[in-house]
């Protein structure tokens, strides 16, 4: 085999991994287009929803309107026919505008048919009856046959009774042959009902449902009406043709029982992406081929021994030893920038190599920690309710054991373990972003400074501790609270790492991140901060200690001398404030632990109240309990029975509604903040303070995902953090009762 044959194999060989990077990139470049095309899909249909939404919006605002012009509130169906008639001729997107008495007869419409029609079977009627808001239902229209969308409105006396249903059929078809149009044609708009009626259908030649047809039982209705569905669907039919559907997420028209569906042949929508890959596929191979041309003319030169370093890095690449270079000296001309290229390809690789093995492993770390907060967090919601059980329980063991010494004492053992306990499950919370937060709008340099001897009385004499703290930091929204644990968990930390003695400092100063500046999980969070760093001359840690410091129950202290919980408390308090966290250590070099929290630029919110005293008296008002837990729930009763009060309980908040709407004093409402059945505390608030103004409200929750927002009404949320005692109990319940009334 001559030297030119063996120079061009081996070049060959060598073009094998960048050519493969370069065609594995087309291939990644083609999949993108096709997945933007199916974002567009999934876009156009939420499109078609907002429209739609806007157009439910649109006909409400002139339901308003028409219920208080006087030409409808008249018994003659002629001059009411006329009226609505007029009306319907400035609105042509409605087949038809009518009114519909209470017993569910027709009365007047626009059409002016003057036809018999009972509509008592209609749902959309059956919810008006009952409801004070627009009420929509996809149908077939009665007197015109067509897919309509019935917007009903209520309209009622200022006694609160039904006077007439005001109805507008809002024309589906046109408002699909608008949107088709829009679209330029290229997509299949299907409006189903939840049934699977076929409201309008597309007109491809693909499609064989027709009009009113049910698609019931099929794959696409199952992927319309899924609550948590795929983003796509594809779908077959009788001859071969593939479409893929995307469905609309709005949940009004969801709820409306209307489905939203945008689809495209499969073929078209990969089309395009399929010609870009052939192009950019055949501008890589005619590259090649000149390269290979270039090579085959430089190989009549004599190239003997470089082309034989060639050949070994070749080789050695081709085993997949991407830490293969040619050494130097590199000849002149074009073997030499072949070497160098070659050099710089493998350089390139191996540094992508272990970039996607960092990446993999970081990765794999933040799914890691991911996991364990959501079970950490589940296991101590639920748990808080068996500690106030206990807790509570233990102490009326306390009270009527009083007079036995032994088992006075064992009582108290078990308060003192379940209180232990909510220390662990608050630590647990704490990591898992769930802890019930009281953020403010804070100088966090200012709150350092008062907190310094707190922060310096752990360390002892041995330890130096120093603070530098920037004067003109950023605000931040934080919990001061949570901010003085999480510091003072850093100070024992470093305090336990320096047994001999050291220097601690504290520092406080504004940040700027980009993207190359990750968090201990290895994400980047650009933005502005105010960054606060402990930083020790401890003893340090190693590189695999360190990517586990936040993980909880792992420490390397003696067993009994450490729950492992500090530092993942610290992390979860950090990222349920917005912020991140960052560690710098290594071996006899100390640590560095920075926290960063989010920069305002409002101006601090003073606290212009003073702090209430609170009283921890007994009273005999009325208090409402709203509690899911039975166990909870009988517990908070015998203890407000114990405290005096006058007790009523509900399990759910829209039971507690029923109680609130009976006559009947109620002073005060204390309620759970997640409860199951969809309503929530703060919005059990809000419907009671509606019902009865004045209603002073206690919450309590094991945990909370959000702060806890009042409603307009009662000011400042009160929350009574599970578990708790009965002294707890009873002052923040006389501090919620005495605070007087907005």
Known sequence: M?????????????????????????????????????????????????????????????????????????RDKAACSA????????????????????????????????RTLDLRDRAYFKQALVSRSVVVEPVFGRLTGISVLQIAYPVRSEAGALKLVLLASFNLRKFAEFHHKRLLAEKDILLIDAKGTVLVAPSTAGWTAPLGASIAGSDLLRFATAPDQDAYQEVTDRDGRTQVWAVAHSPSIRDAGLYILVGRSK?????????????????????????????????????????????????????????ARIPPPHPRGELGGLMTLLNGTAESLEQQRAAIA????????????????????GVAHDFNNLLT????????????LAGNTELHRIAGDIATAAERGSDLTRSLLAFARKQPLRPRDIDISENIQEMEALLRRPLGEHIECAFVLEPDVGLTSVDPGQLTTALLNLVLNARDVMPLG????????????????????????????????????????????????????????????????????????????????QMQSAPRQGSTVRLYFPRLATPLNEDLSPAEGIVTREGNETILVVEDNDMVRTYVESELKTLGYRVITAASGPEALDLLRQPGDIDLLFTDVVM??????????????????????????????????APDGIGDARILTKPFRRRDLAAMLRSALSKPSR
């Open 267 to 323: 073929d078209g929508l990969v089309a395009a992406a399929n010609r870009r890959l052939y192009e950019d596929m055949a501008i890589l191979a005619v590259a090649l081929l000149l390269l290979l041309a270039g090579v085959w003319i430089l190989a009549t030169v004599s190239v003997g021994r470089q082309v034989g370093r060639l050949a070994n890095m070749a080789k050695r690449l081709g085993l997949g030893d991407l830490s």
């Open 83 to 114: 009226f609505l008639s007029d009306v319907r001729e400035e609105y042509p997107q409605f087949t038809g505008i009518l009114t519909i008495d209470p017993d569910g007869s027709l009365f007047c419409d626009s059409l002016r048919t003057n």
């Open 358 to 377: 960092d990446l993999n492993q970081k990765l794999s770390q933040s799914q890691k920690m991911e996991a364990m907060g959501q079970l950490t967090g």
């Open 2 to 74: 001559s030297l030119r044959t063996r120079l061009l194999i081996l070049v060959i060989a060598a073009m094998l991994v960048p050519a493969s990077l370069v065609g594995l990139r087309f291939v990644q470049n083609r999949s993108s287009e096709i997945n933007a095309a199916l974002a567009n899909l999934a876009a156009s249909a939420d499109d078609i929803a907002s429209d739609l939404g806007e157009k439910i919006q649109g006909t409400a605002q002139l339901h308003y309107g028409l219920a208080r012009a006087r030409d409808l509130d008249t």
């Open 502 to 581: 050291g220097r601690l400092t504290i520092e406080a100063r504004n940040a700027s991140l980009g993207e190359s500046d990750l968090d201990v999980n290895g994400e980047p969070r650009p933005g502005d901060y105010v960054m606060v760093a402990v930083t020790d001359t401890g003893s340090g840690m190693t590189a695999e200690v360190a990517s586990r410091a936040f993980e909880p129950f792992f420490t390397t202290k003696e067993v009994g001398k450490g729950t492992g919980l500090g530092l993942s408390m610290v992390y979860g308090f950090a990222r349920q404030s917005g912020g991140l966290v």
């Open 676 to 709: 199951p059945g969809g309503m929530f505390g703060p919005e059990l608030a809000r419907q009671a303070i509606q019902l009865r103004p004045g209603l002073k409200v206690l919450f309590t929750s094991g945990y909370s995902q959000n702060p806890v927002k």
């Open 389 to 400: 059980v206990i807790l509570g329980n233990s102490e009326h063991l306390a009270d009527r």
